[in-house]
């Protein structure tokens, strides 16, 4: 009797322990998978860590998403066009239900913006700017119309720019700025097939968010994104929380 009491114990251990992991893998796949694509503001290029506290592993965290970050740093828009043919992204495109983008700067600092930030500062002029942008809008039209292709159910957010500097270079950087951004909202106007989040008003005029190397956020930077995009997130239904859970804290970058 005790033996076959002991053998039913063992069994109906061994079926709730299938019950409970056959519950942990549904509860899993019902989490919202958020992927970030895009530059190295999406990467984390301003913190050593950025795999393990990034703003978007924070946001992550705290909504309990599944979570994938595909940003490379130094990615233009024209090279994120070309990566969403990869293989492997295209998969996590499919498999996502949130997809953060963060493109547009790179494509000013690859094309000589010392010299066209010099000219417009001595000038005035700042019209060497508007081609950059107008391919900037066509690749960002390109990449929304690719993504809505692959996977038509995701939300998609485009972050807007920011201007990093506190220095000389501020008014010309933020010719930039303001150009990228109204060709961001005119890409929505056109195709709807996106929501943006102001991580522009964010970052912008508070140095102290900015890391050492003069362009990407800092810790702060990262913890203050992650909090607006919590909240953006809430207000989209996306998410409950709005206070960010950070496990590893996020460490700025020395030099």
């Given at each position: ?72 740093s130094g990615t233009t828009s024209g090279a994120l066009l070309l990566l969403l043919k990869d293989d492997e992204i295209i998969k996590d495109v499919k498999k996502a239900d949130i997809i953060t983008i963060s493109t547009g700067g790179n494509d000013f600092l690859t094309r000589n913006w010392i010299g ?140």
């Amino acid at each position: 009797m005790m033996k076959k009491m002991k053998k039913a114990a063992a069994v109906i251990l061994a079926a709730a322990m299938i019950l409970s992991l056959c519950a942990f893998g549904a509860s899993a796949a019902k989490r919202p998978t958020y992927l970030l694509l895009g530059d190295s503001i999406a990467y984390g290029q301003g913190i050593v860590n950025s795999r393990d506290a990034c703003y978007g592993r924070i946001v992550a965290n705290t909504n309990n998403y599944n979570y994938a970050n595909d940003a490379i740093s130094g990615t233009t828009s024209g090279a994120l066009l070309l990566l969403l043919k990869d293989d492997e992204i295209i998969k996590d495109v499919k498999k996502a239900d949130i997809i953060t983008i963060s493109t547009g700067g790179n494509d000013f600092l690859t094309r000589n913006w010392i010299g066209m930030g010099l000219k417009g500062i001595a000038t005035g002029n700042y019209s060497d700017l508007d081609p950059i942008v107008a391919k900037y809008k066509k690749n960002l039209t390109s990449i929304i119309k690719r993504i809505g292709k692959l996977n038509p159910k995701a939300t998609v957010i485009v972050q807007t720019i920011y201007n990093p500097h506190n220095d000389i270079w501020t008014d010309a950087f933020q010719q930039g700025v303001d150009r990228m951004n109204a060709a961001i909202k005119a890409v929505k106007k056109a195709t709807g097939g996106f929501e943006i989040a102001n991580v522009g008003a964010v970052i912008s005029g508070h140095p102290e968010y900015i890391a050492i190397d003069t362009i990407h956020p800092n810790a702060k930077g990262n913890i203050a994104i992650a909090e607006y995009m919590l909240k953006f997130l809430k207000k989209l239904g996306l998410g409950t929380k709005t206070v960010p859970v950070i496990k590893v804290q996020p460490v700025s970058i020395a030099s």
